[in-house]
């Protein structure tokens, strides 16, 4: 089970940070991501992070910069720090995890998700 928490209303320039708890399955050995729905769109890909050591990272570009993926696996938790935020990244936040590659996009990839949580950025 994946549980987002962070989300909420802020004006553009403002930084919000979600966390992403898993809970009954550890986030040791499993890729994570983060995905956004804004309504009547399409669920795009917004940043991946790998389980192993290295910690590699994917962004979108239209973050990139300005949003930052990170995990702790000792407390089964993934974070998205978003940072000079724009109207436009106004949208559901989902939680995502089980893609073979941190670069697969597509929310068919990936295997499991959480409910998503709300972010507002007003002008």
């Known amino acids: 089970q994946l549980v987002e928490s962070g989300g909420g209303s802020v004006q553009a320039g403002g930084s919000l940070r979600l966390s992403c708890a898993a809970s009954?399955?550890?986030?040791?050995?499993?890729?994570m991501g983060w995905f956004r729905q804004a309504p009547g769109k399409e669920r795009e890909f917004v940043a991946a992070?790998?389980?192993?050591?290295?910690?590699?990272?994917a962004y979108a570009d239209s973050v990139k910069g300005r949003f930052t993926i990170s995990r702790d696996s000792a407390k089964n938790t993934v974070y998205l720090q978003m940072n000079s935020l724009k109207p436009e990244d106004t949208a559901a936040y989902y939680c995502a995890a089980g893609a073979r590659s941190i670069f697969s996009t597509t929310p068919p990839a990936w295997d499991y998700w959480g409910q998503g949580t709300q972010v507002t950025v007003s002008s």
């Open positions: 992070i790998t389980w192993t050591r290295s910690n590699t990272t």
């Open positions: 009954g399955r550890t986030v040791k050995n499993i890729h």
